[in-house]
């Protein structure tokens, strides 16, 4: 499995790219790959927002105002990028 620039993709790596199921880019950790599949290969953990009502867990993360939870989305390697690869090289 590998990411949209071609690198290898490994469980751990921090990553962004746009998953199946969350609106906009987001920005994770892979939490497993299927090897084997075209699609679906992915699972990213990463935070969305939350109404505090509606925690599910009792898991919450609060930042600058905002409340985040975590969740798992799904998708495809190569609509992901390595962080390392996606920051301005350092010169």
Do not use: W
Request: hydrophobic residues 30%.
């Amino acid at each position: 499995m590998h990411y949209s620039n071609g690198r290898p993709a490994k469980t751990g790596d921090h990553v962004i790219g746009k998953g199946y199921n969350l609106k906009g880019p987001i920005s994770g950790i892979v939490a497993g790959i299927t090897p084997g599949t075209d699609t679906c290969n992915v699972r990213i953990l990463t935070f969305v927002p939350y109404a505090p009502t509606a925690q599910p867990h009792g898991l919450s993360y609060f930042s600058e105002g905002q409340t985040f939870a975590p969740t798992m989305e799904y998708g495809q390697c190569d609509h992901f990028t390595h962080v390392e690869d996606a920051l301005p090289k350092k010169t």
